[in-house]
């Protein structure tokens, strides 16, 4: 019974490359969100995403960042033309129905490093 | 979603039991009480939710005071494996409430 699958582990990129983050929810679960995680700080929301939709994206930077979770297949966070600044550790989290009395389930992120 | 305050840190001796506070003064009614610790490099892993009565799992109890402004999370037992950032979050019951405001949180070291 797999839990919340986030990959890669770690992703290493350069200056104005882009990179995807890829999160596979529990198995039968269809809300997703995305934090970011700046070193010693803690998590910021960024985007709540239901099957072909989002929800919220009231965290997500409004240029760069964009955010898919399709029929079939991850959820998707892409990063176009990445900046030292996005370095940081991204987690992926999901719950099998929406509501505050649903707990969110954690990956364990990807830590995305910019030279 | 309200604001929550923990203290910064915290030490614990092996064995004994570990309480937590944590002040949510602002709480709305249809706001529940979340417990999440993040064990370095790890995600967030789910402890512990509640809305107004006390609760129990097996990883530990959740004690919510009759005005909910606050509560307490408690490790009974507490093991070297514990020693994390313990986070309190309350989130509310909007039709699309999605995201969780995490804080600082409260690093729990357990001694030997």
């Known amino acids: 019974n797999a839990g919340v699958m986030q990959n890669p582990r770690h992703l290493v990129r350069r200056r104005g490359q882009e990179a995807r983050l890829r999160c596979s929810p529990v198995k039968g679960h269809s809300h997703v969100y995305w934090y970011r995680q700046l070193p010693e700080e803690g998590l910021k929301f960024m985007v709540y995403l239901q099957k072909e939709n989002i929800i919220d994206e009231s965290g997500m930077p409004k240029e760069r960042f964009s955010a898919e979770f399709p029929k079939e297949g991850p959820s998707i966070l892409r990063i176009q033309q990445v900046v030292r600044g996005d370095s940081a550790a991204y987690f992926c989290?999901?719950?099998?129905?929406?509501?505050?009395?649903?707990?969110?389930?954690f990956g364990d992120g990807t830590r995305l490093s910019i030279l | 979603d309200a604001k929550t305050t923990q203290p910064t840190s915290m030490d614990c001796a092996e064995g004994r039991a570990a309480n937590l506070p944590c002040n949510h003064s602002t709480i709305s009614g249809n706001e529940y009480v979340y417990w999440y610790r993040q064990i370095h490099s790890q995600g967030p892993q789910y402890i512990i939710h509640?809305?107004?009565n006390n609760e129990t799992n097996e990883m530990a109890s959740l004690i919510i005071t009759e005005d909910r402004k606050s509560s307490t999370l408690i490790l009974p037992h507490a093991t070297l494996r514990d020693t994390a950032v313990y986070y309190c979050?309350?989130?509310?019951?909007?039709?699309?409430?999605?995201?969780?405001?995490f804080g600082d949180g409260t690093t729990l070291t357990v001694k030997p």
């Open positions: 989290a999901s719950s099998s129905r929406t509501g505050s009395n649903q707990p969110q389930h």
């Open positions: 509640g809305l107004k």
């Open positions: 979050i309350v989130r509310a019951d909007n039709t699309n409430a999605g995201k969780s405001t």
